[in-house]
């Protein structure tokens, strides 16, 4: 169908008076915003879509709860199966696993199409719900389960489909980036600022999914998968949280010039570093991660996201934006909504899974990276020769050393004869994952490391 059909077709449709049923499923903070969007600007989005959206129902637990926006209380109702069962085309905010699931795969096996915000379903179960939704010719678009507002399943999709993406890192988890960049401006600890950003609403009561890195892991599956167009689930992808940075890991990060954002990766790992006998593999990763502060997303700041999209044509691309919030989201939530409905009014359900090939995923023995590693160890002389002798023995070359010593550096051991204990802190060159964490596993052993104060991956350098 030429463009000019489609225009056409969408004109009519509004023409004709052509209706299509929208069921809410969710009325808290975003979905109240999708709901007053679809009422306030009715008239619009009928003209984009080419058929009247007509919120039919908004199913939640309690009617009667209070809300921020105000909304026509007839249309609350907790009936989310009756409700889905007569709609066009469904909503879902509800998050979580279930009932969610239920009432997706309800709407997709009577034809209605879904928009869904809802990053843990879609990383624990998305091929089910896709292969549904192929099955019966109905849309699953899913724009706001990844970094809010910010546009990036599309582009990944759509306009990046004709290239072959190599590489995804970003920012996609709000909290984390808030609580890290407090520490990097203020220099308090992480439960002060974690704190903080509970009482400023940026943080949940229960903070552990954000964290511990585990909503970032979701969001992470969902970009992997489609930019790889491999299933990758959010039991695939290797998870550590922020809950272990120091304001001493910060301190340091700030004299080497550098900050601590965390990062999800998905990145292609050719044959020779998988070690797959000619096969492709794939990593997905989600750690604090430390970032030169030149680096793109080293400037992303507050609770704001960015994702960093690399291209064999396209080149290096990023996407910038606010990755949370009521309104934001409602943007993105729409934007899936009217486009659905003009795929529904031309007749013409897109492809909804992306999963074209099997590949295998790449574990630490595949993976080349950096690391920063910190240590506490006793002041005398030949520790030094002692912990470099370690890195040497498993192939690690280290590239900076940096020494404290009652809180002053000194570029050599000889000016730190009072003091009896030291801070070490190395950066290496890229190696492999296991051989760092086999590296670190012997430095713990040796009686002249008290501890090891902390363990980060660097990027970007």
């Known amino acids: 169908m030429t463009e000019t059909s489609q225009v056409t077709a969408r004109q009519v449709g509004v023409e004709a008076g052509r209706v299509l049923k929208v069921a809410l499923l969710g009325g808290g903070t975003v979905g109240s915003q999708v709901a007053r969007i679809l009422l306030d600007d009715a008239e619009p989005l009928a003209a984009r879509a080419g058929a009247r959206l007509e919120l039919s129902g908004i199913a939640v637990r309690n009617v009667d709860a209070p809300r921020d926006v105000e909304l026509p209380r007839e249309l609350y109702t907790t009936d989310a199966e009756g409700l889905v069962a007569g709609a066009d085309l469904v909503i879902e905010l509800m998050g979580g696993i279930e009932p969610a699931r239920t009432h997706i795969l309800a709407a997709l096996r009577h034809g209605a199409s879904v928009v869904t915000g809802n990053k843990a379903l879609l990383a624990q179960d998305g091929a089910t719900l896709f292969d549904e939704a192929d099955a019966h010719d109905a849309e699953l678009n899913f724009e706001a389960a990844v970094a809010g507002a910010i546009p990036i399943i599309r582009p990944i999709r759509e306009s990046l489909s004709g290239d072959r993406i190599t590489r995804v890192l970003g920012i996609v988890n709000g909290t984390t980036n808030f609580i890290l960049d407090a520490m990097d401006t203020t220099g308090a600890q992480f439960a002060d600022v974690l704190a903080e950003a509970q009482r400023l609403g940026y943080a949940e009561a229960d903070p552990t999914a954000d964290v511990e890195g585990l909503d970032a892991a979701a969001k992470a599956a969902i970009l992997a998968s489609l930019a790889f167009h491999t299933r990758v689930s959010l039991d695939d992808v290797r998870c550590e949280g922020i809950t272990k940075v120091s304001a001493a890991d910060i301190v340091a990060a700030q004299d080497a010039g550098m900050t601590i954002k965390l990062l999800a990766i998905a990145e292609l790992v050719s044959a020779d570093k998988a070690e797959q006998s000619g096969n492709e593999g794939v990593s997905v990763r989600v750690h604090p991660t430390l970032l030169p502060r030149t680096h793109p997303l080293a400037a992303v700041h507050g609770a704001y996201n960015a994702v960093f999209v690399e291209a064999e044509n396209a080149g290096s691309l990023m996407f910038y934006g606010a990755g949370a919030g009521g309104a934001p989201t409602a943007s993105a939530i729409m934007g899936d909504v009217v ?72 570029a050599t051991a000889a000016d730190a004869g009072a003091a009896s204990r030291a801070e070490l802190r190395f950066v290496t060159h890229r190696a492999t994952e296991a051989a760092l964490a086999a590296t670190v596993a012997d430095i713990k052993n040796l009686d002249v490391v008290e501890s090891v104060t902390s363990v980060l991956r660097v990027e970007g350098v």
């Open 339 to 410: 486009t659905t409905a003009r795929r529904i009014v031309a007749g013409s359900p897109g492809r909804t899974g992306t999963a074209t090939r099997v590949l295998p995923l790449v574990g630490p023995e595949g993976i080349t990276t950096s690391y920063s590693v910190g240590l506490e160890v006793a002041d005398q002389p030949g520790v030094l020769s002692r912990v470099a002798s370690v890195f040497a023995q498993h192939g690690v070359s280290i590239e900076t050393m940096r020494q404290r010593i009652h809180g002053t550096e000194s």
